[in-house]
């Protein structure tokens, strides 16, 4: 095999890493993100099984982590879809919201990444939707799921 001895190094031993950037292994690590090559981006979470991956690729994994969400937020983002009818469907991220809303209820589960355009959405400013009673609410407690 040829490779610079930094790469030879990442090969054989867990938790090093190539001085060029192309490579890593860890063996084993815990409260902890790392990334490598060029756009990647690193999200310390909680993750299920191991995710191994490039760039973007990696980034994707954890975003299409699935959740599964408390029957107490289940009915906080019920209360929240039946203040939606208050606004105007057309209205800034309002179809947006109840249809992720509609997803997670049915199902009781949510990809981190939807979660995450949800609390966006509910953040002041992030749609219509946010001036709702029950948007803060909502977007707190997933914030607290998403740890």
């Known amino acids: 095999m040829s ?6 190094r990442a090969r054989r031993e867990p938790g090093s890493m190539s001085a060029s950037g192309g490579s890593m292994i860890i063996g084993s690590m815990t409260n902890g993100a790392a990334a490598v090559g060029s756009g990647a981006t690193a999200v310390n979470g909680p993750v299920s099984g191991s995710a191994v991956g490039r760039g973007a690729r990696l980034q994707s994994a954890a975003a299409d982590e699935l959740l599964r969400v408390p029957e107490e937020l289940l009915q906080q983002m019920a209360a ?25 209820e049915e199902s009781g589960q949510g990809e981190r990444g939807r979660l995450e355009r949800l609390i966006r959405w509910l953040s002041p400013g992030g749609s219509a939707a946010a001036v709702l009673g029950a948007a803060a609410t909502v977007s707190q407690a997933l914030s607290e799921l998403l740890g």
């Open 3 to 8: 490779g610079t001895g930094d790469e030879e």
């Open 80 to 104: 929240l879809r039946a203040q939606l009818a208050l606004l105007a469907p057309d209205q800034e991220g309002v179809s947006e919201v109840a249809g992720a809303l509609r997803e997670i």
